[in-house]
T-cell receptor, first 113, second 112 residues
Framework: ETGVTQSPTHLIKTRGQQVTLRCSSQSGHNTVSWYQQALGQGPQFIFQYYREEENGRGNFPPRFSGLQFPNYSSELNVNALELDDSALYLC????????????FGPGTRLLVL | KQEVTQIPAALSVPEGENLVLNCSFTDSAIYNLQWFRQDPGKGLTSLLLIQSSQREQTSGRLNASLDKSSGRSTLYIAASQPGDSATYLCAVSGAGSYQLTFGKGTKLSVIP
């Protein structure tokens, strides 16, 4: 059984650029959630995908978008990057949305200059 | 809007001491509560999950309790070890909601 993996581990972008982050969910899990964690803060929920459909969204603007693929891997896309987007981006997978333990990946550290 | 608060923000204890971390939440209509551990710059590791119908869960030296009516949970760590040093996060899943709401965490340092 493989765990949740994310790529890349680190990324540096400039303001205004676009970025794509990737997540492979744990084997057998059909739900992926994305979180943003700023330094010294708890993770903030961005959105969740269940069986390739967006299943819920937190308080993030539309320039944060996502996809889930038939193999349940997922992408987070952020357009028009802002300095405040600098954070650790975490993805988590589970078998049932928010009904059981979520398994987190190691995260992608994004720095926007 | 659900808000989760963790007290204290930081805690330093000598090795071997028993300790308690606190978590409170404003909306008692939760589905479950989870405790996570986060090492610096890393992802989250799930420690314990308590369903809203449960009062406590135990795993090894860890025991988590839940008092849903008062909006409180505690994580008890017995016989602390330097390897327990990390940030501990509590998160609640709201009934009928897809959001997992986190506190800011308690940074624990166990001194050898």
């Amino acid at each position: 059984e493989t765990g949740v993996t994310q790529s890349p581990t680190h990324l540096i972008k400039t303001r205004g650029q676009q970025v794509t982050l990737r997540c492979s969910s744990q084997s057998g899990h059909n739900t992926v959630s994305w979180y943003q964690q700023a330094l010294g803060q708890g993770p903030q929920f961005i959105f969740q995908y269940y069986r390739e459909e967006e299943n819920g969204r937190g308080n993030f603007p539309p320039r944060f978008s996502g996809l889930q693929f038939p193999n349940y891997s997922s992408e987070l896309n952020v357009n028009a990057l802002e300095l405040d987007d600098s954070a650790l981006y975490l993805c988590a997978s589970s078998l049932i949305p928010f009904r059981e333990t979520q398994y987190f990946g190691p995260g992608t550290r994004l720095l926007v200059l | 809007k659900q808000e989760v608060t963790q007290i204290p923000a930081a805690l330093s204890v000598p090795e071997g001491e028993n300790l308690v971390l606190n978590c409170s939440f404003t909306d008692s209509a939760i589905y479950n509560l989870q405790w996570f551990r986060q090492d610096p710059g890393k992802g989250l590791t799930s420690l314990l999950l308590i369903q809203s119908s449960q009062r406590e869960q135990t795993s090894g030296r860890l025991n988590a309790s839940l008092d849903k009516s008062s909006g409180r949970s505690t994580l008890y760590i017995a016989a602390s070890q330097p390897g327990d040093s990390a940030t501990y996060l509590c998160a609640v899943s709201g009934a009928g909601s897809y959001q997992l709401t986190f506190g800011k965490g308690t940074k624990l340092s166990v001194i050898p």
